[in-house]
């Protein structure tokens, strides 16, 4: 299939609304349907927030690929933009193939430039049993308080005590502590919750609306803000590591967050839990398509900034629009070329997984 968008960086917005308006644009060109989940909540420019839902291909296709954009809200840009870009391709999907497309995951951050979603929860940690003992993190309780300190910028103490931990432990072991996913502390950072959030039910039920038939299911759920400028990290997403293999026939070289080969770490709660809850009778193949922004320092200390204003909330609104500002920048650099390069991977990788699935389960005469 050729590149037939000619103006890639349109595929960009800078707001969520904006970036929403041109994905049901798109999809009504294409004479698509759009199922919208309403949040029910204003967006930052008091417009509607929602979970859009597209499906390109047959409603009974056996094979199906799911693109997932804006499961860290602020991170949402980059996905939407892949999003947008292919159903304005409309590149024909092979028979018994399908394209869902999971536009926004978590609106409210996407708008409001929050990673979380409204209820504080870092979606990527939510998907527990809740009817057991949450996670304990106990890196992360030691350094809650000095991670996000009474005032902003932190003092030279709370710094000293995080790299103190850090010596301690290792880098990796303070990124474990940090980012692994915390269940006691409602106002903290990457905070699973204390139950299923809007978005986690809705995906569900998403899912059960649309997979029921099935049996071959690929996923690329896409993020930002770790690793190379740039580059977008293929990790390995399945439960079932029997299709490891096959996974690297379909887009190659795969770091694996188990083998300690990902830039990330291991997750409680990650949103691919919902798909193998949700669609036990299907074969599944999925990666986390994951684009670097900026070295991790900076990456790190605009989280923190921003869950900071969240926790405290008393900043001048000179620092406040500032943290804001340093958040999106954090996840969604304003740079042609980053954005040329996130289209162009995102992009391959989807039709490599569409190829794929035809290749596993070839369409009978």
């Not at 798909?275 to 320092?297: K, M, R, V």
Request: aromatic share 8%; hydrophobic share 40%.
């Amino acid at each position: 299939m050729s590149n037939t968008i000619s103006r890639p960086l349109d595929l960009f917005s800078p707001t969520y609304a904006i970036a929403r308006g041109k994905f049901l644009s798109a999809a009504n060109a294409r004479g698509l349907a759009v199922d919208s989940r309403m949040l029910g909540l204003p967006g930052a420019e008091g417009e509607s927030l929602a979970i859009d839902v597209v499906l390109d291909g047959p409603a009974d296709a056996s094979k199906m690929l799911i693109v997932l954009s804006g499961v860290h809200g602020v991170e949402g840009f980059c996905g939407s933009a892949v999003q947008i870009g292919l159903l304005a391709e409309g590149a024909p999907v092979p028979a018994d193939t399908a394209v869902l497309h999971v536009h926004a995951i978590n609106p409210h951050g996407f708008s409001h430039l929050r990673r979380v979603t409204q209820e504080n929860v870092d979606l990527n940690r939510n998907f527990i049993d809740f009817s057991k003992p949450p996670p304990v993190n106990a890196g992360y309780d030691e350094i809650h308080d000095w991670l996000l300190p009474a005032t902003w910028p932190p003092g030279e103490r709370a710094e000293a005590q995080l790299a103190a931990y850090g010596r301690r432990h290792g880098a990796r072991g303070l990124q474990r502590a940090i980012s692994l996913g915390q269940y006691q502390h409602a106002d903290g950072m990457f905070f699973g919750g204390s139950e299923p959030t809007w978005s986690n039910l809705a995906f569900r039920s998403i899912l059960k609306r649309y997979t029921s038939q099935v049996r071959q299911l690929a996923s690329i759920d896409i993020h930002t803000g770790l690793g190379p400028r740039g580059l977008g990290e293929r990790i390995f997403a399945s439960f079932d590591h029997g299709v490891l293999p096959r996974a690297r026939q379909w887009w190659g070289q795969l770091t694996d967050v188990h083998t300690g080969t990902s830039t990330s770490i291991p997750l409680t709660g990650p949103i691919q839990t919902a798909l193998f809850e949700e669609c036990p009778q299907a074969e599944q193949i999925g990666i986390c398509l994951e684009y670097g922004t900026y070295p991790s320092d900076r990456v790190v200390s605009a989280l923190r900034a921003e869950h900071w204003l969240y926790r405290h909330g008393n900043a001048a609104p000179p620092l406040a629009r500032q943290i804001k500002r340093d958040l999106k920048e954090a996840f969604y650099p304003d740079a042609d070329d980053w954005k040329l390069s996130i289209w162009r991977q995102g992009r391959e990788a989807c039709l490599q997984a569409i190829e794929g699935l035809q290749v596993d389960c070839p369409v009978e005469a």
